[in-house]
């Protein structure tokens, strides 16, 4: 079975793809932080964010999508474009049959942590504990993607079928 995880945003949009197998340890099979450029309109960004998960969904086939909600910001403007970045990536898995499943940053924190007020850098620790990742990740919003891998992983577990 294939995750893709995606850590949403307008700006920069985290994406994992994780395998799992039957009593196999988990497998990171790909992972970037993808960025749109600020000097195009929202409308367009907002395209380019759905051609590149269309491109990934058809590379790598997974069969889940994982992604996580919004939580409550200050800032309007921001959350409005992270919404509706959300919503053309759910909209691309919806499309493309893949079972969706969303998470809070409180779930992702407890399930890669144990504690749901850890910090990002406790999270960003945790994650090459729990998947061997085998390249150099520079990215907070990549490591983002791949703790919402491991948060799917955890939570559904008994839901999720292997192959």
Same mark, same amino acid.
């Given at each position: 079975?294939?995750?893709?995880?995606?850590?949403?945003?307008?700006?920069?949009?985290?994406? =994992?793809?994780?395998?799992?197998? #039957? #009593?196999?340890?988990?497998?990171?099979?790909?992972?970037?932080?993808?960025?749109?450029? &600020?000097?195009?309109?929202?409308?367009?960004?907002?395209?380019?964010?759905? =051609?590149? $998960?269309?491109?990934?969904?058809?590379?790598?086939?997974?069969?889940?999508?994982?992604?996580?909600?919004?939580?409550? *910001?200050?800032?309007?403007? *921001?959350?409005?474009?992270?919404?509706?970045?959300?919503?053309?990536?759910?909209?691309?898995? *919806?499309?493309?049959?893949?079972?969706?499943?969303?998470?809070?940053?409180?779930?992702?924190?407890?399930?890669?942590?144990?504690?749901?007020?850890? =910090?990002?850098?406790?999270?960003?620790?945790?994650? &090459?504990?729990?998947?061997?990742?085998?390249?150099? $990740?520079?990215?907070?919003?990549?490591?983002?993607?791949?703790? $919402?891998? $491991? *948060?799917?992983?955890?939570?559904?577990?008994?839901?999720?079928?292997?192959?």
């Amino acid at each position: 079975m294939r995750i893709i995880s995606i850590d949403p945003g307008f700006e920069r949009v985290g994406v =994992s793809i994780i395998e799992k197998e #039957q #009593q196999k340890k988990e497998i990171l099979v790909f992972s970037e932080c993808f960025k749109t450029s &600020p000097k195009i309109p929202l409308n367009e960004r907002l395209r380019d964010i759905g =051609s590149e $998960i269309e491109n990934v969904i058809k590379k790598y086939k997974p069969e889940i999508l994982a992604i996580e909600k919004l939580f409550f *910001t200050t800032n309007q403007k *921001t959350v409005m474009g992270v919404a509706e970045a959300r919503g053309v990536i759910i909209y691309c898995g *919806t499309k493309n049959g893949l079972q969706v499943f969303e998470y809070t940053p409180p779930q992702i924190k407890i399930a890669v942590t144990g504690y749901g007020k850890a =910090s990002k850098e406790m999270v960003m620790s945790m994650v &090459p504990k729990l998947i061997e990742v085998s390249k150099n $990740i520079k990215s907070d919003d990549e490591l983002d993607a791949i703790a $919402i891998g $491991i *948060t799917c992983l955890a939570c559904e577990k008994n839901l999720l079928k292997y192959k």
